[in-house]
DNA sequence: AGACAGTGTGATAACGTTGACAGTTTTATG
DNA sequence: CATAAAACTGTCAACGTTATCACACTGTCT
């Protein structure tokens, strides 16, 4: 079973293989009988090009890698549907790589993208942080863009918002209700957006001269699971906050979870603020208050930069995407000050 | 800029560009000290296998891709999952390729395979299910492997539940708690599904006696803002029913939200369950009953059928997974039965 | 000793497409 | 009308790898 080829076409509309080639690539310089002819040929016989030909002689794959590892379902989803909305129309295709742990194999990522042979690379956290893919990216000739970096900002186009500000902006408004008691449900530590976060709720307990106690700061992994094991252990301990910051919404969620099996009651016995403003935000009852990143628009973003760059046109360098902050019904006044 | 070839290796270690490849393909005939002398040639001149010219001349891409056009973003998550669980391991890379609407491109969708010049992909519903896709990936010859078909069983290699027996097991498990008056939320129209679980409504509704009136089936198309518009218009009807059946957890959770908008308290005065057992259905207070479609475990099973059909081994051809009932805590006997 | 199976190695020709260049015709220009 | 410029078309050689075949050598079995 012979595959029908460039040259196939040609003989059948009575031309050489470069003039077919030519009209399927929107060329210029063929004759619109010729154009025609080759155009019903290649319909009758069904023809598609063989792409590895033509990305082994053009150099070029037509296919773009996303890379995470991320353990939020809710915002892998977004994140890729904003590649994958930027990628409709286009001819790029999109091969998603999830990585275990980019912490432990920074050192390998980049050759395998190298053996994978992509046009370029939309890094998203924490990969888009790591100093190691970055540089190796930069040797290997591989073009990328980023998404949420918190560090080495001008080494590749990036996507961000000021997690700082946008973490403060939520600590600034539970402790605006009048939350004085307050525990910290913190994110992967292999994240840099971990400490960012963790900045701007220290600024926030700073200007309103609340004291940050370690005790109050559990450790979480942005997932669910880990949200709902450290507010477990907030509440089991004596002195139960009035509210709770999680970093990101999977985390708010699963210590919404342990608020109910402890029996307290949202918001009025425990106010819980998430991160993101993912899908699962706003389907939970009561629904989270949060502080909005607009990873869809981001990953949109990055995508059009990778594009721009493979198609040699200027590139942004760097956008800052808006944070907004959503006030929903998770958090209230403490019920000391009903 | 030139890349480093095979036969720049083959220069350095001072071997025929051949002895270099036998090499990097385990092939047998190497004496070991050449193998040695390649090895680090390769190494020393960080030398990576074009993908393209190996496709070329293998006929093969080492590319499976993954289609799907998938409302409800936990299925999605939980198919890429499963696939992605499979290939870890493999030199198979993962294109997704989401399509709009499968109903009205199912004539374009070999086309674009074609050229994307995939080793075979694992069809999702309701591409599973489409046989002008079936056709023409047949004609096509690109392998597959299909997740949760419910027509043309033996077409293709296929992972199946049984729609029908879960869908009137979990109908006859609300029927059970007493419930008579139950509205049901349909999920998309062009997915096979959504006709196969309603049958089994029926036939759970039959065998209890209970008249099925079509002003109590909502339309839905398994979102979570259809199960919540659905939902909607179902509370505020003159005769609301006692329980809801919705066709996917996405839909049930719209109803739960909606539930609340009315004032409305779950499980007391009005029970909701599910279809699938989604991650969404964990986190939702009270927690959704529903019942369980393996998701994860189909994604990886079809992955292994399609790969073992890639590889030349025997090929299962279809495997019906188990469904599991989920009591949790969202439904409850109607408030008239206490 | 001769035949024979295997092992190790290289030369050459694909795989299907496009880039570079050259040749031929048509059209525009002075 | 001559001539330059543009439009059209074809030839050939890449692109980087592997398949096929050929050859030389090493044992092993009659």
Redesign the interface.
């Known amino acids: ?1 012979k595959r029908t080829t460039i040259v196939d076409v040609g003989r059948l509309a009575g031309v050489s293989a470069k003039t077919v080639s030519r009209v399927l690539n929107d060329e210029p310089h063929v004759s619109p009988a010729v154009k025609q002819r080759v155009r019903e040929a290649a319909d009758a016989l069904d023809y ?6 033509q ?2 002689v053009r150099r070029k ?1 037509n ?1 773009i890698g996303l890379i995470y590892e991320n353990p939020s ?2 915002y ?2 977004e994140l ?1 549907r904003g590649v ?1 909305e930027r990628l ?1 129309g286009e001819r790029y ?6 990585i ?1 742990s980019v912490q432990d194999h920074a050192g390998e990522v980049v ?1 395998m993208l ?4 992509l046009d370029g690379v939309v890094l998203a956290p924490p990969a888009s942080d790591n100093p190691i893919i970055l540089n190796q990216l930069k040797d290997a ?1 591989i073009l990328c863009a980023r998404i949420a970096p918190t560090r080495l900002i001008d080494m590749a186009p990036s996507n961000l918002i000021d997690d700082v500000a946008a973490a403060r902006e939520i600590a600034d408004y539970v402790i605006g209700l009048g939350h004085r008691e307050i525990a910290i449900i913190r994110g992967d530590p292999t994240h840099a957006s971990t400490e960012a976060r963790m900045l701007g709720y220290t600024q926030a307990f700073y200007k309103a001269d609340i004291e940050l106690r370690l005790e109050r700061i559990e450790p979480g992994l942005f997932t ?1 699971d880990s949200g709902l094991a450290a507010a477990r252990d907030i509440f089991a301990r004596g002195d139960r906050p009035t509210a709770i910051l999680a970093q990101n919404d999977d985390m708010a ?2 210590a ?2 342990a608020a ?1 099996e402890f029996g307290l009651s949202i918001p009025d016995d425990v106010s819980v603020v998430g991160f993101d403003d993912s ?2 935000s706003r ?3 009561p629904r989270l208050t949060t502080v909005r990143q607009p990873v869809f628009e981001m990953a949109i973003a990055a995508t059009e930069m990778l594009i721009a760059q493979l198609e040699g046109r200027d590139v942004t360098a760097r956008i800052t995407h808006p944070h907004e902050l959503l006030i929903r019904e998770s958090a209230a006044p403490p019920r000391s000050l009903g």
Not at 48 to 53: G, K, T
Not at 114 to 117: G, L, M, Q, T
Request: hydrophobic share 55%.
């Open positions: 079973m598609h090009p063989n792409v590895f030909a990305a082994l794959s296919m379902p809710s892998v989803v890729q994958l409709t295709k999109l091969v998603v790589i999830p275990r050759g190298r053996s994978a042979a000739r669910f969620v699963g919404m979870m109910r899908e699962m389907i939970t009852w």
